[in-house]
């Protein structure tokens, strides 16, 4: 079965620093989504993109972060400089229409 | 402002009973709501969807209703099995906003033998 796939698994980095969340959306989804997810607090919306450019974002999701769909598989997640507060489970999903979303295994950003 | 509930604390209940998990909003006009399952350290496993127009779907041992005047969803699992254990996920797409979904905090789900 077809699956959404998130690289690295684990990220560490230093404050201010930039850091490049990878994922693989399953093949044939048109929607593209990132979530996060801080130690024990609920899943957040952060951005939704479709046909290469964002349709939604939260108020999460301000001048530090971007997204980007570099070739026809990779949907990227970029914090330029990172800060404390970012350390959380990453979420990338994927979707063929608005409903039902699929999302990878997260990647968890430790940021020291 | 705007709110969606989920019982915080887990719900104990013995393999072979139904267990019902509620979901309450407010300040929310959903489009439409759906639930879904995460296991510790793993990503959100959508089970259900259920639109603004419907009273309650089905899928196996799987029902959920939804209920717009009382701004409440319930999601139950019939003849529960240890392999349910998981936190259960609420998530509500509002009327306009194509594809956000905002979660609810959600409800450990703990099915003993």
């Known amino acids: 079965e077809p699956e959404v796939t998130q690289t690295p698994s684990h990220q560490v980095t230093q404050m201010g620093q930039e850091v490049i969340l990878r994922c693989v959306p399953i093949?044939?989804?048109?929607?593209f989504y990132w979530y996060r997810q801080i130690l024990g607090q609920k899943v957040e919306f952060l951005v939704s993109?479709?046909?290469?450019?964002?349709?939604?974002k939260s108020e999460i999701f301000d001048d530090q972060f971007s997204v980007e769909r570099p070739d026809g598989s990779n949907f990227t997640l970029k914090i330029r400089s990172t800060k404390l507060e970012d350390s959380a489970m990453y979420f990338c999903?994927?979707?063929?229409?608005?409903?039902?979303?699929?999302f990878g295994p997260g990647t968890r950003l430790t940021v020291t | 402002s705007q709110k969606i509930e989920q019982n915080s604390e887990a719900l104990n209940i013995q393999e072979g009973k139904t267990a019902t998990l509620t979901c309450n909003y407010t300040?929310?006009?959903?489009?439409?709501l759906q639930w879904y399952r995460q296991d510790p350290g793993r990503g959100p496993v959508f089970l259900l969807l259920?639109?603004?127009?419907?009273k309650e779907k089905r899928k196996e041992r799987l029902k959920v209703t939804f209920d717009t005047t009382l701004k409440q969803s319930l999601f139950h699992i019939t003849a529960s099995q240890p392999a349910d254990s998981a936190t259960y996920l609420c998530?509500?797409?509002?009327?306009?906003?194509?594809?956000?979904?905002?979660f609810g905090t959600g409800t450990r789900l703990q099915v003993t033998l």
């Open positions: 993109f479709y046909n290469n450019e964002i349709s939604e």
């Open positions: 999903a994927s979707s063929t229409s608005v409903y039902e979303q699929y």
């Open positions: 093949s044939n989804h048109l929607y």
């Open positions: 300040n929310y006009s959903p489009a439409y």
């Open positions: 998530a509500l797409v509002k009327t306009g906003t194509a594809s956000k979904l905002t």
């Open positions: 259920i639109r603004e127009n419907e």
